[in-house]
């Protein structure tokens, strides 16, 4: 039986119409990302990847190289994986993405390209440890900017060794929170939204969420500038763009 992760309501681009009868798979548990794929007519194959997500982050010279880097290993690790498990239904297409908050990012617009902003020292923030840990990111984030880095990578199978070709973009947008009372702090961390998630906040949450259905998050921020979409976990705009690329530039993209 052919895939069916194409859904009725998907526009009738020359990409997405490529993607018909392909066997797409998202190498990711979020629930966020499969929403937003779920949203522009994909529903991939859900299979997370096993990759420890451990780089060493003072290995790379450009921290915005780190998400990318992680991406990259969890998409080659499904795509190997699955391939291995049972060669006749391999993917056609692997989606896999990472994404981090830095720090202390400079302000700008999202017409502003960011080698041109000024040089400033940022610390990347992953998934908080504890509830005091969520408070010590909320009060380093609270009124002022912080960027959204999200790493995305595809793989997919090409006729020459290894086997299959990566692609990868890295998703830049800045998020501006507003100056919060620390009880909204303290009220915000204990509601537990924030926890398994780059950073501990979210300004959208699954209807998939244990907790809620809101987004309570959205409260700390004020101001995004740049892909909405980027800041919830999956830069969708630029995800379609690469398929379209990928379609222009490599005469058997999914066609093997």
Known sequence: MAPNN????ALKTPTLKKLKDKRIVLASASPRRKDILRTFGLAPDIVPSTFGENLPIGSFEDIHEYP??????????VYERLVTEDPENAPDLVI???TVVLTHAPPGTSQ???????????????????????MRMLLDLNGGICEVVTGLVVVYPILTAP???????????????ADSPRELLEAYVESGEGMGLA????IQVSTHNTHRDLDAGGVLVRK?????????????????????LL??????FLDI
């Open 68 to 77: 990318v880097a992680t991406a990259n290993h969890k998409a080659v690790e």
């Open 163 to 177: 086997g299959y070709a990566t692609k990868s973009i890295d998703e830049r947008s800045l998020v501006y929170f």
């Open 199 to 202: 950073g501990g906040f979210a």
């Open 224 to 244: 995004v500038d740049g892909d909405y979409n980027n800041v919830v976990g999956f830069p969708a705009a630029s995800f379609f763009r690469l398929l379209d």
């Open 6 to 9: 194409l859904l009725p309501h």
């Open 112 to 134: 502003t390209g960011f080698d041109s902003l000024p040089s400033v020292a940022q610390e990347l923030l992953e998934k908080p440890l504890s509830k005091d840990d969520n």
């Open 247 to 252: 379609v222009d530039e490599e005469p058997d």
């Open 96 to 98: 896999a993405a990472d």
